[in-house]
């Protein structure tokens, strides 16, 4: 498993995409209508989670869990908007569902690891 503190920014962020891709593909696969909705599934997480990782630490406000809200918000905004452009009903409730879900899988990671 990776030792948080000795590991690359890269390796860390990798870990969690891959997590959040294992959680949230799924349920957005559900979403979608044939053909390819595997690689539209992961192209929602693609999108955004490098930018969660990258960009939003360079704005963090004086509370972690503010800019963790802030951060989540604009990603279920993000993806919803990008399952409308693919045509998905009730394209709010599924980002919502999916980034939920992979938000309480991630802590429930970093807490079994200790890194939190």
Not at 14 to 28: G, H, K, N, R
Not at 33 to 47: D, E, I, M, Q, Y
Not at 91 to 114: D, E, I, T
């Amino acid at each position: 498993m990776i030792d948080a503190i000795h590991a690359s920014p890269f390796r860390l962020w990798l870990f969690a995409f891959t997590v959040t891709q294992v959680v949230e593909a799924p349920i957005y696969r559900l979403a979608l209508a044939p053909p390819h909705r595997l690689a539209k599934a992961l192209g929602a997480s693609a999108l955004t989670h490098p930018v969660l990782w990258l960009v939003f630490p360079l704005f963090e406000s004086s509370s972690y869990a503010t800019s963790a809200a802030v951060a989540e918000a604009c990603v279920v905004a993000v993806e919803a908007l990008y399952l409308t452009a693919l045509g998905v009903r009730r394209p709010w409730a599924w980002s919502l569902l999916a980034n939920a879900a992979s938000c309480g899988v991630g802590f429930a990671v970093y807490r079994a690891l200790g890194w939190m």
